[in-house]
């Protein structure tokens, strides 16, 4: 089979995938796709206004469509992303959901603790080290984050362990900008370090002490469509 027809067969579900978020959006928040809109029109109209200036609007005319294109998409996965926080808020394993849509070399355990409550804590293996990540009450997830540390403590050796609570008390990380949190940590560790500490890590015993409960295991963050440049 050729590339395009290959091309053809993606394309719809990838359409589809576009108007369901764009939906979404709509009924969240209605000003989602107006500001959208607004994001290309002015990107275009801001190359043509240099077109006129300069002369060759044959050049940046074609240019700022593709600019105003890559600059919709962006604009459009970032409110996707806003909207989804809004809706992920509140509910038990958010933060998982969150931490498994973060691109890169990132290893997430869900709900390696956790009590009746539905407080958990969350392992994160990446090159920073280990991240532990907290849902709940500062006065809750305490205990939690020490159980769980001593438990790695000796698979983990030297590699620095981090704790991250998620919440809205002080000293706590809001969910929205749990991402960046973490991108913003130390890389402490390279490729090959971050391989053999996620060996040891899964040779330790497992103590799933989490009780069942409600966690949108199944939720992805939307990423928005990935621009293509040929």
Known sequence: MSNNATESGKSPGRLK???????????ADPKALPI??????????????????FGGLWFFVPLG????????????????QRVQFKMLAGQPGAAAAVLKSMRGNWTVSEAVRGNRN?????????????????EGPRSRVGQLLGAEKKHIARAAQQVPIYDVQVGDEEGQVPLTKLQRHLMKLPRNLNKAQVAQ????LRA???????????????VRMPKGPKPRMR
Do not use: E, W, Y
């Open 118 to 134: 539905l407080d958990m804590v969350h392992r994160v293996v990446g090159r920073p080290g280990v991240i532990l990540v907290s």
């Open 36 to 53: 959208v809109c607004g994001a290309v029109l002015g990107t275009l109209l801001l190359f043509v206004a240099i077109g006129l200036i």
């Open 204 to 218: 330790l015993p497992q103590r799933m002490q989490m009780p069942k409960g409600p966690i949108p295991r199944n």
């Open 17 to 27: 995938q576009i108007r369901m978020v764009a939906q979404v959006l709509r009924k």
């Open 65 to 80: 469509v593709l600019f105003a294109v890559l600059v919709g998409m962006v604009v459009f996965g970032q409110m996707a």
């Open 197 to 200: 500490l996620n060996d040891r």
